[in-house]
């Protein structure tokens, strides 16, 4: 029977102890602490999970006040930036591992506010996989390379891992986008982020409002498809932050805009059906809208990696007044979690002074001493109360009445909390598959064939046949289409289920565009060879620039072209998944397989494709002929030409190719 470390049998090792079935976890589980304390600190020194990660300085800028829901500083002062550090991960991988494995990915921002730093701690997927946090340690083992040969690495594709989720069908919802292209981003700058649980905002007032979080990216929602993921991780395994911080440095700053979906708190916290305390469980955006409050711009990068974005600790518990919590189970495991995992990777308990982790805020505590201390502290008295020290620092209240100039602390909203202490799930948790069926009915063609073709080569690499018999058995509750397209490639025959047939759709589900987009950061390869016509090539490069993407000239060698042109890569040195469109310059540079191979992936990916002059002829050589989705020929660039080119790009590919 499973124990605890002291040899006490466990009863339950799915649920945390909480005061009632929606209560909040009480810190008497010791059962919980062991679980999570020893998982935190099982890894020296990387982070146990978002090891590989990068990060980026910025600022963010409230579009209109919002003191009627909150009191937070920095969501009701428009007239002051707010600065940010803001951090991407994967979840899984190792520090060395690649950018583009396909994983969940970490969107964490730190705000620098006024009152404290505030901590928005969350993923480019708004669910997981997960209801109750006590489970995290069994998740991610699962899905960490298997412990006896360990491998595979920053991937899920292997039987440890499916044999957990086929076990635990609330992980379903959160599976279905992972497989999806959401899992293999563009880059950072073309993912949403979310805060995934819901939190609770409080007003001057006292009056609060439950509130989900939302990050909308202005370059738009935007993914690799499977064989770039899988050909950048050894082209460039540093493909994604290599894109950031030479975006920034371009001058081409990521945004994006902060949107709070605003829901009402109800005492049972539910909204039109659905439990805010579920963390495998989204509110549609049709139900609820999300309103666009203010601007995030990433524009500066860090001066040195390990002290900033290795150093950086951030915490869900970070608050500042006027956001809350709620007894999201998941969200309060978190709460102890990542405090207490600080301790081994930063060394101490001092981290907070490290320079990327210390507040705005001036900071009067009366912590002392410990590893990694840098403040020299004065005085006699770090207690609370004191005479010597003339009663300082002051809580806001003592002895029950207000201290002069507390305006400001921090109060938690007083909620009643009344329930037997139990290991339980609310009912309402029991639904696993509504939420993925919503999903799927959401996705365009090309999406579902992705997340069909994700399932199938998963499920591929698992060994033991009655694990993926159990994942495909979860799948038919999902979709019958879903589940008969993977079980006919995986060579079985499909079993019933029961999907729902009200799920619905929500079309801010779907990646797919249904206008172009900006293409600033966008990178173009522009393939050219000695004799190329360098006022035309001129024409494209400005035409480019303008729109904030960026024109590499490819040639078959490096140095200049022609004595004057700057050559940036060579035919050699690159492949075509680097780039998000091609331009071909003249036929010159087609001379040889590897430039042929380039330009037939190009379009094998629906990129956009364009030439001039004689480089037409060569194209359709290659059956790249005028005409087709995303095709631009002319027989030399204008004006035209290259706006009709940056539209091309802004639609990001051409999928009736």
């Known amino acids: 029977q499973l124990t605890t470390a002291q040899g006490v049998r466990v009863e339950d090792t799915d649920n945390t102890l909480r005061a009632g079935s929606r209560g909040p ?7 919980f602490r062991e679980k999570i304390m020893h998982f ?48 991407f991960s994967t979840v899984v991988g190792s520090r060395g591992s690649a950018d583009t494995a396909r994983d969940v990915r970490g969107f964490s921002t730190r705000f620098y506010t006024p009152e404290g730093n505030f901590d928005l701690v969350g993923n480019n997927i ?12 069994d998740l991610v083992h699962a899905a960490k ?209 490290l320079p990327i982790n210390r507040p705005h805020a001036e900071v009067n505590d009366n912590h002392r001493d410990g590893f990694g201390q840098q403040a020299i502290h004065e005085g006699r008295a770090p207690y609370v109360p004191n005479s010597i020290g003339g009663g300082c620092p002051f809580a806001a209240i003592v002895a029950g009445e207000t201290v002069p100039e507390s305006d400001g602390a921090y109060v938690h909203v007083p909620r009643a909390v009344d329930g037997p202490k139990v290991r339980e799930r609310p009912a309402s948790f029991d639904d696993h598959y509504s939420q993925a069926t919503l999903f799927w009915n959401s996705l365009s063609d090309v999406e579902r064939d992705h997340v069909v073709g994700a399932f199938s080569f998963e499920l591929s690499k698992v060994a033991e046949s009655e694990i993926v018999d159990r994942m495909v058995g979860n799948l038919a509750n999902v979709a019958t289409e879903l589940c008969g397209r ?43 060879a000695p004799g190329v016509d360098e006022r035309a090539l001129g024409v494209i490069q400005k035409g480019l620039d303008a729109a904030g993407a960026m024109g590499f000239v490819v040639a078959p060698h490096a140095g200049k072209l022609d004595g004057s042109i700057e050559v940036h890569k060579t035919v050699w040195n690159c492949e075509s998944v680097e780039f998000d469109a091609v331009v071909v310059a003249n036929a010159a540079v087609m001379n040889g397989p590897k430039a042929e191979l380039f330009l037939l992936e190009a379009y094998r990916h629906c990129k956009t494709i364009a030439a001039w002059g004689d480089a037409v002829a060569a194209l359709a050589d290659l059956g790249i002929v005028d005409g087709a989705p995303g095709v631009l020929v002319t027989k030399a660039p204008t004006k035209g030409f290259v706006t009709a080119l940056c539209e091309a790009i802004g639609w990001h590919r051409h999928w009736d190719r």
Not at 126 to 137: E, L, R
Not at 221 to 227: Q, R, T, Y
Not at 489 to 515: E, V
Request: aromatic share 10%.
């Open 25 to 31: 976890a009480l810190l008497e589980d010791f059962h």
């Open 40 to 87: 935190d600190h099982e890894r020296i020194p990387e982070r146990a999970v978002h090891a590989r990660g990068t990060a980026a300085h910025g600022e963010f800028v409230l579009y209109e006040s919002m003191s009627d829901v909150t009191c937070a500083r920095f969501l009701c002062d428009t007239a002051t930036p707010t600065p940010v550090f803001l951090r």
């Open 126 to 137: 708004p669910v997981f996989f997960i209801q109750d946090s006590i489970k995290f340690p």
């Open 145 to 353: 390379p298997e412990p006896d040969r360990e491998i595979p690495q920053a991937q899920t594709a292997h039987s440890t891992f499916w044999d957990f989720v086929s076990l635990q069908p609330e992980s379903t919802h959160m599976l279905m986008w992972t497989m999806s292209d959401r899992a293999i981003p563009r880059s950072y700058r073309t993912m949403e982020g979310f805060g995934v649980h819901t939190f609770r905002l409080v007003n001057e007032a006292g009056e609060t409002t439950l509130v989900k979080f939302h990050w909308k990216p202005a370059a738009g929602i935007h993914g690799l498809v499977w064989e770039e993921a899988q050909k950048l991780g050894g082209i460039d395994p540093d493909f994604h932050r290599r894109d950031l911080a030479e975006a920034i440095e371009a001058g081409a700053f990521p945004e994006w805009e902060l949107g709070l979906q605003l829901l009402p708190d109800s005492d049972d916290q539910f909204f039109e059906g659905i439990d805010l305390l579920d963390a495998t469980k989204i509110v549609p955006e049709e139900l609820a809208p999300v309103r666009l409050v203010g601007k995030l711009t990433l524009n500066r990068n860090p001066s040195n990696f390990f002290a900033e974005t290795e150093q950086v600790a951030y915490h869900p518990g970070h608050l500042v007044r006027g956001i809350d919590l709620t007894d999201d189970p998941l969200l309060q495991g978190r709460l102890f979690s990542y405090l207490d995992t600080q301790l081994t990777r930063l060394g101490g308990p001092n981290f907070s002074q």
């Open 486 to 528: 993977v079980a006919g490639n995986l060579g079985l025959r499909a079993p019933k289920g029961s999907p729902a047939t009200d799920a619905g759709s929500s079309p801010a589900l779907t990646m797919m565009p249904t206008a172009p987009g900006p293409i600033a950061g966008r990178v173009v390869a522009v393939l050219a």
